[in-house]
């Protein structure tokens, strides 16, 4: 099946990040989480970018808040589809920053960004690229949506009692 990297600039993105990691392990994907600051340790980076691919990694998910440089940097090094989750930082501009620098990126450097602080859809999202090529982890997607459907179905029927 592959695995799912998730990385952060950061130990204070992880209350962001920690949706995509348990939603991940909840459709049993393997995760590796780490630290990986485009500033602090841009040797790291570097190294984490170009050889993701080589350890059986399959999606990048990159948090990162303020300039969020981390997740355009690494896709700039990597063949990989990186998931950016913008978040919002103690020294962020509402988010905005966030925002836009990773949504804003150059032609050929694609980052499919997520909502601020939307690590959990990242995590959906990096399942459903896996998905693509794993019937097994399609067929959990598929359960998944339906039991979404389900709660909206359930919660509608309660209003009417």
Known sequence: MGKVAIIMGSTSDMPVMQEAIDILKGF?????????????????LFEFGKTAHERGI?????????????????A??????VIGVPV??????????????????????????????GAK???????QII???????????MVYKEGLKQKVIEGAESLKK
């Open 131 to 141: 998905g693509v090529a794993d019937k097994c982890m399609l067929d959990k997607i």
């Open 88 to 117: 919002k930082s103690r020294n962020s501009i509402d988010g905005w920053d966030s925002v836009l620098s990773i949504l804003q990126m150059p032609g050929g450097v694609p980052v499919a960004t997520v909502a601020l602080d």
């Open 28 to 44: 049993d994907i393997e995760v590796e989480v780490d630290i990986v600051s485009a500033h602090r340790t841009p040797e790291k």
């Open 58 to 74: 399959k999606v990048i998910i990159a948090g990162a808040g303020g300039a969020a440089h981390l997740p355009g940097m690494v």
């Open 121 to 127: 859809n990242a995590g959906i999202l990096a399942a």
């Open 76 to 81: 700039s090094l990597s063949p990989l589809p």
